[in-house]
């Protein structure tokens, strides 16, 4: 899966009405297919570290556009095993480092194409492994590390407590069991990233960001304390400050003074889905802005109008006119 952008540049289609747009499903699910042919490209090996998540985006769209089975399940169980280590922690690629980004992904792509019988007679016990390997990650003060060198990150706390729970590891999965990680030391965490605007920061005090709110909205999603935490209060902060990431184009930022992305049709989509405040955005310019990103003859979304499309943008654009209901794209889970 190559994670070069283009050739595509995301445009609305000369003479079109902004009332005719539509998604080109066959476009998309053809770029995606596309995108392992391209291994002669240079870009294909300087983005060798971004494989795994590559091939987690371009799956979950197909997923989303109704075609699971457009990429060759065997290859996919065969390549995401090769990336996995004797520590039951998974590599971006072959031969990389395990970190938890990538065991997170590799899991996620596992449970999509119905996998882990094959972890199985790969490593007898992995999933319990895998488990432990992203149990080994946590700090005494509840964070999680990314791996053995000890970069910690709200993004690797969230990974680590949903790849739990996709694996069922999770301590109220297995109630009779001694907990492999501590749930209450990782949501104090998230609580003290929690700032007076109501956004979450990826350390304590660090400006909120949207994509940071969605990985501490979906940790205590995961952990089953969002609706004790944020109350409906909380929720209404919150959720004023994601609505004010909708900018005049339709689209979302990240942050206060950026430009809008598509990606964050996700971020902030499903963060305020969590809340159950999605309704405070306008859908229909959302939607609006989502399709002028796509290139409607050669498939692919991009950030924004004009750029080239590439396979992250592609899944957090589909992603997003699922969350808004677009006609034809599977219902996708907010966390």
Known sequence: MSLAAGPGRGHVAQGQLPEELKLVVDKHVAYIQSLDTRRDEL???????????????????????????ALPRDGLVEYVLSCLHESGGFGAAPGH??????????????????GFDALEEKMQGGKEKVAKFIANLQQPDGRFAGDEWGE?????????LYTLSLLGYMPHQRPDEQPIVDV?????????????????????????????????VGALTVAGELDSYLGEEGKDRLGAWLSERQLGSGGL????????????????????????????????????????CQDPEEGGIADRPEDMVDVFHTVFGVAGLSLVGYPGVGEVDPA
Not at 55 to 62: E, H, N, S, V
Not at 102 to 109: K, L
Not at 260 to 275: E, N
């Open 184 to 216: 209450p030391a990782a949501t104090a965490h998230i609580k003290a990233c929690h700032n007076f605007d109501g956004g979450f920061g990826v350390a304590p005090g660090a400006e909120s960001h949207s994509g940071q709110v969605f990985t501490c």
């Open 97 to 114: 480092d395990a970190h938890i980004l990538y065991t997170g992904y590799s899991v996620q792509i596992l449970t999509l194409i119905d």
């Open 152 to 160: 910690t990150d709200t993004r690797f706390l969230f990974s680590a």
């Open 43 to 69: 870009e294909y090996h300087l983005t060798e570290h971004l494989r795994i998540g590559g091939i987690y985006w371009g799956l979950t769209a197909l997923h989303l556009l109704g075609q699971p089975d």
């Open 253 to 292: 930022n990240g942050r206060p003074e950026k430009l809008v992305d598509v990606c964050y049709s996700w971020w902030v989509g499903a963060s305020l889905a969590m809340i159950d405040r999605l309704h405070w955005l306008d859908k229909e310019k959302l939607t609006a802005f989502i399709l002028q």
